[in-house]
Every structure is written in C-alpha cells, then in structure tokens.
C-alpha cells in the first residue's frame, strides 16, 4: 500500500504546481512574461510566482489575485518589490483583509488543488502553444 503524502510534502507540491500555473497564465504565446513590478521580460520558466501578500499567510497563499509572475530579482532580492505592483487598490485592499482570516487546509485539499493545478497548466500551455 502506498504511503500517504505528508501535509509539508503536499505544500510543497502544491506551491509548485501553482506556480508553474501562474507563470504560463501571465506568459505571451512566446513564453515570455513581463515582471508584475518592474517590467523586464523572461522566459516564463525563469522567471518567480510573486506573492503581493507573503506566503506564509495561509488564506491567501494561493489566490490567484494575489500572484503575478515577476522576475526573480524582484521577487528574491527586493522582498518582492511590492510598492510597484500593477494592482489596483481594490484588489490590494481585499488581500491585505483577507490575509488575516484563519485557514487550515487540510490533505484532501491540497491534493485536490494539485491535480486541478497541473491541469490548468497543461491546458494553458497547449493553449497558448508553449512547451512544457
């Protein structure tokens, strides 16, 4: 019988997953993105699913409205460089609300939010013809 996956190790797959998504939803049918703070382009496989509210905020941790893809010298180097997100304050607004609500997510869950995620990137990037 096969071992039952850790909550860290689910985390894990599942940060993963969901970020590949997140890059090839903001990429160009070229597989470029543009850095959500400063611009510059990369190759979508180079390039950092960024969190405007921090990841260790469990409620917001994979909301889509809360990621963009960037660069990594933003995202790594200048903690995100969130004074120059493209977010309008609505959005912003509801995230800084939202990330303080208690949320548990238990392993069922996440193993459902991984394989919808690995779907979504794979149909994303047939979509848009880029190679995984």
């Known amino acids: 019988m096969k071992k ?20 090839l939803r903001d990429a160009d049918s070229q597989g470029r993105i543009h850095c959500i703070t400063c611009g510059t382009p990369h190759y979508w496989k180079e390039s950092d699913c960024c969190h405007y509210i921090g990841r260790q905020h469990m409620a917001t941790r994979w909301n889509e409205q809360n ?13 995100g460089n969130k ?15 939202a990330k303080n609500a208690v949320k548990k997510w238990v392993n069922f869950e996440l193993e459902i939010l991984i394989e919808d995620y690995k779907k979504r990137a ?3 990037a047939k979509m848009k013809g880029i190679v995984l």
């Open 83 to 97: 004074i120059n997100w493209k977010m309008n304050e609505h959005t912003k607004n509801i995230l800084i609300f």
């Open 122 to 124: 794979i149909e994303i």
């Open 67 to 79: 990621c963009a893809a960037g660069c990594r010298r933003c995202n790594r180097f200048e903690e």
């Open 4 to 23: 039952p996956r850790t909550y860290k190790t689910l985390k894990n797959l599942l940060d993963r997953a969901f970020s590949v998504y997140i890059r």
